[in-house]
């Protein structure tokens, strides 16, 4: 038998979890999924287990998100059963957590993206090392920043919610704790030691025993000019935002935006302009939504995994091709 892909544990007074697909980055599969949902459903009433503590396996991720690459292929087969099924499971594993009503304590070292912060961002605490590496990378792919992360991102700091949903910028883990996305930074060489008083004591306030202060974050130069450009109304009103800055970074950022899908970043501007103002339950129920006529009624979500994960050419082929042509009567049309 192949090992198990998700791993359950009862350790002293935790339930632990061990995301267990090293050689994909720990991305989350369907099996995954489900058995996220049955350990959530047997240890939320279990008065033995005081806390979760939630791994990844391998050393070089926490979990790089969903397997997008078989949302691709049920796509590509017209498989709108399993495209579904994906999602609404995994959207309610996500609220699963959220409500979950003891820590879920998440100890994030190595990549973490898209659905790695889906499973980690609404309980807490969330740990992050030196090494840990987070982002939402979805314009790239031509998806949107979901997970319930239309929720979480409108509320972080100013507008670097905005940045990171559009840009997909990667934070290290002090700049994520800095962002809003972690809570506390640990360096790598105490988790060990971290985890083993975790399960010892079933007590997450063991953690600000091993938290310090995290370095200064890297985007600090940057944040005056982030809450300038990101807070402006559409892409093309903040790419003008950018170009008027005149500076090295600014025009960077614009290289970005412009390699991304402008279909993507335009439903991903207008998620978290309506996750602003919605509960985490009614920001879910608009990204489900949104699935159905982003990956399966759209091309670009189909060439966007093909060009980073499938062919890796970083040539992607975007319908329209330049944000100066997306119809926003055409985007508006994808929401509820």
Not at 75 to 88: L, S
Not at 125 to 151: H, K, N, Q, W
Request: glycine residues 10%; contains cysteine.
């Amino acid at each position: 038998m192949s090992e198990q892909s998700l791993i359950l544990n009862r350790e002293g007074q935790a339930g632990t979890i061990l995301m267990n697909r090293p050689k994909a980055l720990n991305a989350l599969n369907l099996q995954m999924i489900r058995d996220f949902a049955a350990a959530i459903a047997q240890w939320k009433d279990d008065g033995a287990v005081k806390l979760v503590v939630l791994e990844g396996a391998g050393g070089r991720a926490f979990c790089a998100g969903g397997d997008v690459r078989q949302v691709r292929q049920d796509a590509i087969d017209g498989n709108a059963a399993g495209v579904a099924a994906f999602f609404t499971e995994e959207y309610a594993v996500n609220q699963g957590i959220a409500d979950f009503p003891k820590p879920w304590v998440s100890l994030i070292d190595g990549v973490c993206m898209g659905g790695g912060i889906g499973v980690a961002v609404h309980n807490g605490p969330r740990v992050v090392t030196e090494d840990a590496l987070l982002a939402m990378p979805e314009t790239a792919i031509a998806l949107f920043p979901d997970v319930g992360t239309s929720y979480v991102l409108p509320r972080l700091p100013g507008a670097v919610g905005t940045w990171l949903a559009l840009t997909g910028a990667r934070l290290k883990g002090a700049d994520s704790v800095h962002a809003g996305l972690a809570t506390h930074f640990v360096p790598k060489a105490k988790l060990p030691a971290l985890r083993a008083a975790l399960v010892d004591s079933g007590d997450a306030a063991v953690v600000e025993r091993f938290a310090e202060a995290p370095p200064a974050a890297s985007f600090a130069p940057h944040l005056d000019a982030i809450n300038r450009c990101f807070a402006q109304s559409t892409v093309l009103a903040i790419v003008a935002a950018l170009e008027a800055e005149g500076t090295d970074w600014a025009r960077e950022q614009v290289a970005i935006l412009r390699r991304m899908s402008p279909t993507s970043l335009c439903v991903s501007l207008e998620l978290l302009r309506r996750g602003a103002t919605l509960d985490l339950p009614g920001a879910l129920a608009e990204e489900l939504h949104l699935t159905k006529g982003v990956i399966l009624g759209h091309p670009d979500f189909r060439e966007g995994v093909r060009s980073v994960l499938v062919d890796k050419d970083g040539k992607p082929s975007w319908t329209p091709s330049t944000l100066e042509a997306v119809d926003p009567a055409a985007i508006q049309a994808l929401f509820r």
